[in-house]
């Protein structure tokens, strides 16, 4: 127990050298998450699961603020639109932006809130049906995370994000929309910061 506790210190302050200000004004980095989450639909929608991918490059206009350019790509295996068909592949590929303020710059880790607004393009591809579609997005909503030095140039992210949903996407009135609302994802990630 007692060479357990040792080693958990020795790590510690292996860590805590190569720590400086994890965030700082001026900084921009390149981060890479995914995760696989679910997603809510209203009236006359479909629930589903989905594998949820995003990359995004950073920018810090002060040691709190940043603001981000990043795309995402969501990709799910569905329960079919009408029996009795093969499942079908619903994709959503989409572009925006990122704005997050970065609480406690300088120490190792550092806790964030923000919000993030995309536009994208659903694709839902049911084999042997007349139900395929192709139809706009917006994905919209707050966020909520905390980042990790790793290194001088790496770190570890863990997000929240609250995805609501707009435009065709979440019509249930619209002929082929998925009628998507509302939804939940945890994902991690890797930020690799330029210097």
Known sequence: MRRGVIVAAVMG???ASGAGAAVRRGQADLDLSGTWFR???????????????????????????????????????GIPVAPP????????????I??????????????????????????RDAPGTVFDAELDGILWGPLAGVRFELNRTNDL????????????????NEPNSPG????????IGLIHRFR
Do not use: K
Not at 85 to 96: H, I, K, S
Not at 98 to 123: D, I, S, T
């Open 13 to 15: 302050l292996v860590w």
């Open 39 to 77: 997603q809510n639909a209203g009236a006359g929608g479909q629930d589903f699961d989905g594998l949820f991918l995003s990359a995004g490059i950073g920018y810090f206009l002060t040691d709190h603020i940043q603001v981000q350019l990043a795309g995402l790509g969501i990709w799910t295996t």
């Open 85 to 96: 068909l093969n499942e079908q592949e619903d994709t959503f590929y989409a572009f925006g």
């Open 98 to 123: 990122r704005g997050r303020y970065h609480f406690m710059p300088a120490n190792p880790w550092v806790p964030y809130l923000g919000a993030q607004f995309f536009w994208g393009r659903y694709e």
């Open 157 to 172: 992210f863990i997000e929240y994000q609250y995805h609501l949903w707009s435009d065709d996407v979440s019509d249930v």
């Open 180 to 187: 998507w609302d509302d939804g939940h994802l945890v994902m």
